[in-house]
């Protein structure tokens, strides 16, 4: 028999940006993993039990988690998980890991206060509230290093080619970045010591940097391209994303994609956790200058 307190793991979001490589961490880690999807996806590594489930329905959930130890949600839609989270309690799921992963919502005011994630608040209110029924752990990572690179959220790959990177408040504020692997070796921690992490958040990153130091990373691996930058003040953004978020239509993606920028940028968003941490505690070593060197190259 297993010494692990879990074995049977559930994953919802499974196909998605984070979800990829967490399922494929779960399945090298020897988890039985069933996915559940609004579909029948393909591709899943072999192993893998797929329950294609109505994401509004309770017995549909809870049928699909009979048997599961601990449920990780990675959906997009953040205010949707409370019916995760009963569908869990009534199939005698144990622990719940809210699709969180990112900035500071849980333990910072103005982070929570941001518009983009209410959905994130309510689903934290809810597992607080049902805490006596089932274990919950959030995982908070700051922004996926890869993807916000990838996505030109912290500096633009295209820049030298045609584009320029947006640099908030000079650059030199320093935050907690975490990389899919990473953010997988957190998660399979939390699995493996529920004891330690129950009902709270864990704070994992892999390195703590800045725009500009990230700049200067770019420029020495592509030397041939101009960097060009545009310089933005988070206080502004913070401004014309409320008039943004008023006008509604097409402009509310933009607003969000703002909050979620100066939750990552504006010193007071509490998004650095350099000197407390749960890194030790999950097995996470940290990157070092030549490490993150090389998972910048592979974005560039
Ligand atoms: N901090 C960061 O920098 C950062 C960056 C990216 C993401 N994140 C966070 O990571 C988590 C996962 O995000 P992601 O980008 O991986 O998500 P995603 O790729 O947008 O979506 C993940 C999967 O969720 C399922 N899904 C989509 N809409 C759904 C719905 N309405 N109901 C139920 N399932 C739905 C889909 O799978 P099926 O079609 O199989 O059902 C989809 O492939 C979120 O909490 C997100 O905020 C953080």
């Known amino acids: 028999m297993s010494s692990q307190p879990y074995m049977n793991i559930a994953l919802a979001g499974a196909t998605g940006n984070l979800g990829q490589p967490l399922l494929k961490a779960l399945v090298e880690a020897k988890y039985n993993v069933t996915v559940l999807s609004r579909s029948t996806p393909s591709n899943l590594p072999s192993g893998v039990k797929v329950a294609t489930v109505d994401f509004t329905s309770l017995s549909s959930l809870s049928s699909a988690l009979q048997g599961i130890d601990a449920f990780v949600s990675c959906i997009p839609n953040h205010g949707d998980q409370p019916i995760l989270i009963d569908a869990a309690v009534a199939a005698g799921v144990k622990h719940f890991i809210p699709s969180e992963f990112g900035s500071n919502v849980i333990g910072n005011a103005n982070c929570a206060a941001l518009p983009v994630f209410a959905g994130k608040k309510k689903t934290e209110e809810y597992l607080d509230k049902v805490q006596d029924k089932i274990t919950w752990t959030a995982v908070i990572t700051g922004a996926f ?156």
Not at 168 to 182: I, L, N, Q, V, W
């Open 145 to 300: 290093l890869e993807f916000c690179i990838e996505h030109g959220l912290l500096i633009n790959p295209k820049t030298g080619l045609g584009e320029v990177s947006k640099v908030y408040d000079g650059g030199d504020g320093k935050r907690s970045f975490t990389t899919y692997a990473d953010i997988c070796t957190a998660v399979i921690g939390v699995l493996r010591r529920p004891e330690q992490c129950k009902n709270r958040a864990v704070y994992v990153q892999s390195t703590t940097t800045s725009q500009n130091e990230l700049l200067a990373i770019a420029k020495e691996l592509k030397p041939e391209r101009d960097w060009a930058r545009e310089e933005v003040s988070t206080e502004d953004l913070l401004t014309d994303s409320y008039a943004n978020l008023k006008e509604g239509g097409p402009n509310i993606g933009k607003a969000m994609v703002g909050f979620i920028i100066i939750s990552i940028m504006n010193q007071g968003y509490g998004s650095c956790w350099d000197e407390e941490n749960d890194n030790g505690l999950l097995g996470i070593n940290g990157l070092s200058r030549e490490e993150l060197k090389k998972v910048v190259a592979g974005c560039l």
